[in-house]
């Protein structure tokens, strides 16, 4: 089974008429693209509601509540669709809403885990319009080698930059090797440049090793850092300088046809000049068997870290997304 390094996880003014014109032109080019090579054949009515709930202890909270249409569907790792959501944020007494309509193409190897999943949207905030996008592409190189490439651009969710309208586009490449004795090294370099024009640098490493490959269950070294080119300026978090490393242990495996895979870890991390704090994180996913007429996938997380505010931030979230066919 793969292991994948992502990039983003999630910057003054609304797009002028000529780039709503100009989105719409490339979401349109973009269903004839997708459409024309999508494998999956007709399954009937196919129907894909999705959720995701979080919480921090800034009191932002974010809701997204969305459903989707997929005329093309073969299985849970390849299909076609349109998703429309709504996105509400709050905290304390404030509150913003964003809709989204997306168009997406997903197609990923069951073994391997390569392929891609490309989403492009469209999104209003109060006003303001984005084109928004989510892709992510691996291939193999050779037997033991594979590459990624990644895109991502959407609002900054954080209260402050949601009232300035900041947004962001990240680009992000990375390389990972599996050795023949269970031993995996995996790189990533990538970039976010803000609408503040900000420019955050990143650069992420992760070493391997299946400890216990029967039972799926692997040991971590994980290294990220990056760097912010502007001073803070109140609309998210952006030090000149950040880094963590982070041993984990981490579980992969099947069972009953369902894939189960999770992360417990615990590390140091270092903002600026301040003292090195400690840092947590946990994350558990499930996905349903691929081929069935209900196919579900689902995850829940917790981290803690650190802000401008101090060195007791938490973060917690819930997703779930479910295809099902009539």
């Not at 691929?290 to 917790?302: D, N, S």
Request: hydrophobic share 40%; charged share 20%; with cysteine.
């Amino acid at each position: 089974m793969k292991h994948r390094l992502k990039g983003p996880g999630n910057c003054p003014q609304g797009l002028p008429e000529c780039r709503r014109r100009t989105g719409v032109a490339l979401l349109a080019a973009c269903v004839c693209a997708l459409s024309a090579g999508a494998r999956a054949e007709p399954a009937g009515a196919v129907l894909a509601p999705s959720a995701y709930l979080s919480q921090d202890t800034e009191d932002l909270r974010i809701l997204k509540l969305g459903a989707g249409v997929l005329p093309l569907y073969e299985d849970g790792n390849h299909y076609t669709g349109v998703m429309a959501a709504n996105h509400h944020y709050s905290a304390g007494d404030w509150a913003k809403d964003a809709t989204q309509v997306t168009l997406k193409r997903t197609s990923i190897h069951s073994v391997t885990g390569l392929g891609y999943r490309a989403g492009l949207g469209l999104s209003d905030l109060g006003g303001r319009q984005l084109t928004t996008a989510d892709i992510d592409y691996s291939f193999a190189l050779n037997a033991s080698t594979s590459a990624g490439l990644a895109f991502f651009r959407d609002w900054v969710e954080t209260r402050n930059s949601l009232e300035n309208g900041v947004y962001l586009n990240y680009f992000g490449g990375s390389l990972e090797h599996r050795y023949g004795n269970g031993w995996t090294v995996i790189g990533l370099l990538g970039q976010h440049r803000f609408s503040d024009d900000n420019i955050r640098t990143h650069a992420r490493a992760r070493v391997i090793l299946d400890l216990l490959p029967q039972q799926g269950i692997n040991v971590q070294f994980r290294h990220r850092h990056f760097w912010d080119s502007n001073p803070p300026n109140g609309n998210y978090f952006n030090p000149d300088v950040y880094y963590e490393n982070m041993v984990a242990v981490g579980m992969r495996r099947k069972v009953a046809g369902w894939f189960l895979s999770g992360t417990l870890g615990i590390g140091r991390q270092k903002v600026s000049t301040d003292p090195e704090t400690t840092t947590h994180l946990a994350e558990f996913e499930a996905v349903s068997p691929l081929a069935e007429r209900v196919f579900f996938r689902g995850g829940v997380g917790f981290s803690d870290g650190v802000t401008f505010a101090g060195p007791d931030f938490i973060h917690r979230y819930l997703q779930a997304e479910l295809i099902f066919t009539f």
